[in-house]
């Protein structure tokens, strides 16, 4: 038998003849009805991140007429957003994300009220922030954001909808650690402990299809209106696993952990989460050259091995002239190194340079003393050295 929570928002006032005639397909959905369309009215939504998942559902809540819109976002759009987030356009390159969804949210429904929130969300804000808002949804694509958004609406008494996405595959769940009939639980009671660093890329890294987003972004914005409404039976204690290519849905069940142990503060959640691990901190210590440096060692001729330990697929889209592929992941596993030259320097780069500074404590410990690698990788290579460069 389905389990409903009680609705999360009191209803508004009466509809005016406008919103009766935009929400006429709610208002005939007998579990909906006119009541649960002056509650979405009446509801405060945050959501972090006008990125992948934040662009579908913000656009799906503002439709369905969700009174006030919060956003969290201080980053621009770029050209390689626009793959997947749909509430940017090419006339928004450059312009702030913030502003960018406000203004195509206007478009979709000009009675929903946003506001903007261009801050990094971090611990002396969260839990004031979470306050003036009835639920939060985070789509975030970093554990450090992930806990603290947990942390925070464990601390504000806030439920929370969580999604994350890779490649084929989403999860989304619900957390509440106040809900009624000792339901509540929180996103520690799932991952009680961050992964360890550099083990789960990021989109950026590891990539994200498209329309996964919409997938994903969809659950989201649906479990929010079942939330807000009181209708059907929320996420709350399942997780859902979406596979895009296999096309299946299943949920997996999730209970409070008995051994989770309360949160009273927020932390710093960068070194909770181990943003570079400490054996990789260590060996890129002194290890590490900035792209002018390398432009001066590659034009000295100096003989150096260039390793570039991206996957084939980067591979294939942009290079350092002069480079030798060898993925990391050949290099964990030791194939890799026995393509490294051993009677010169070997200088490793990726992407961002956080791949690159794993690969390069695995050379450190293999007795390759003399090893470097590129900071900010080729990203930061093509920017200061070769703007034309196409990137990803």
């Not at 956003?71 to 793959?83: A, H, K, P, R, Y």
């Not at 030791?334 to 010169?344: N, S």
Request: proline fraction near 6%; charged fraction near 20%; hydrophobic fraction near 40%.
């Amino acid at each position: 038998m389905p389990i409903s929570l009680p609705p999360l928002v009191e209803p508004a006032g009466e509809l005016t003849r406008d919103e009766v005639a935009r929400y006429s397909r709610h208002l005939i959905i007998p579990d909906v009805g006119v009541q649960g369309q002056q509650r979405l009215k009446n509801a405060r939504v945050l959501v972090i991140g006008a990125g992948g998942l934040g662009a579908p559902t913000l656009l799906y809540l503002a439709a369905a007429g969700v009174g006030t819109l919060g956003i969290v976002d201080f980053d621009v759009v770029e050209e390689s957003n626009l793959q997947r987030q749909v509430i940017h356009g090419v006339s928004d390159i450059g312009r702030t994300k913030a502003e960018s969804a406000r203004d195509s949210i206007a478009e979709v429904n000009p009675l929903v009220r946003v506001q903007l929130h261009q801050v990094r969300l971090d611990r002396s804000n969260a839990v004031e922030l979470f306050a003036q808002y009835d639920l939060i949804l985070d789509g975030t694509d970093n554990f450090a954001t992930r806990y603290l958004v947990n942390d925070a609406a464990v601390l504000a008494h806030k439920p929370y909808i969580w999604g994350s996405i890779y490649r084929f595959e989403g999860q989304v769940s619900v957390f509440w650690e106040d809900a009624p009939d000792g339901r509540g639980l929180n996103y520690r009671d799932l991952y009680p402990e961050p992964p360890p660093p550099g083990m789960v890329p990021s989109c950026a890294e590891g990539g994200v299809l498209g329309v996964l987003c919409a997938s994903i972004g969809s659950v989201m914005g649906t479990e929010a209106i079942k939330l807000i409404t009181g209708i059907g039976e929320p996420l709350l204690g399942r997780l859902m696993i979406y596979d895009a290519l296999e096309m299946s849905y299943r949920t997996i069940a999730i209970r409070k952990d008995p051994a989770t142990p309360a949160i009273t503060e927020l932390v710093d959640y960068d070194a909770f989460c181990g943003v570079v691990p400490e054996e990789d901190a260590a060996a890129a210590a002194g290890s590490t050259i900035t792209p002018a440096e390398l432009r001066e060692l590659l034009d000295s001729g100096q003989q150096l091995a260039l390793i570039d330990v991206r996957e084939p697929g980067e591979w294939a889209i942009n290079r350092i002239e002069g480079a030798q592929l060898v993925p990391q992941s050949t290099i964990n596993t030791g194939e890799g190194l026995a393509k490294l030259p051993q009677d010169r320097m070997s200088v490793l780069y990726c992407k961002t340079g956080v791949r690159s500074a794993q690969a390069l404590a695995t050379l450190k410990q293999a007795g390759f003393a003399n090893a470097v690698h590129l900071q900010g990788g080729i990203v930061a290579w093509a920017k200061q050295m070769q703007p034309d460069m196409v990137m990803y």
